[in-house]
């Protein structure tokens, strides 16, 4: 990988970050407790609690790729990065464009 691939790849991880953070916090708000005052029937409360469990699970995984993509960030002007974790071939630069926080490539993320 050049360092123009670098340097675009940089930008697509920083904004990704950005736009991750934005949804970790719009997640955290929709997983707040449901409250017993409310006054929602049996059927809406239970539906309620079942969109909290949705956005919960969303939340983890939007929480899990913020750290990949931090780890990506301060990993990226390293020498090796690029290169498969467990095979260490570079991994194709189109396929970090797409994830930037994968550290295999795909044969490799496919074991």
């Keep these: 990988m050049n360092s123009k691939e670098k340097e675009i790849l940089k930008e697509k991880i920083e904004a990704a970050l950005e736009d991750t953070i934005l949804k970790v916090a719009e997640l955290e708000e929709l997983t707040k407790p449901i409250g017993p005052e409310n006054s929602i029937g049996r059927v809406s409360r239970m539906d309620a609690i079942n969109n909290k469990s949705v956005a919960e699970a969303a939340l ?52």
Excluded: H
């Design 60 to 111: 983890r995984s939007t929480k899990r790729k913020r750290e990949s993509l931090k780890v990506a960030l301060s990993r990226i002007d390293k020498e090796n990065f690029g290169d498969c974790s467990l095979c260490k071939r570079p991994i194709p630069p189109a396929r970090l464009m797409y994830m930037p926080e994968s550290t295999r490539c795909v044969r490799c993320a496919d074991r």
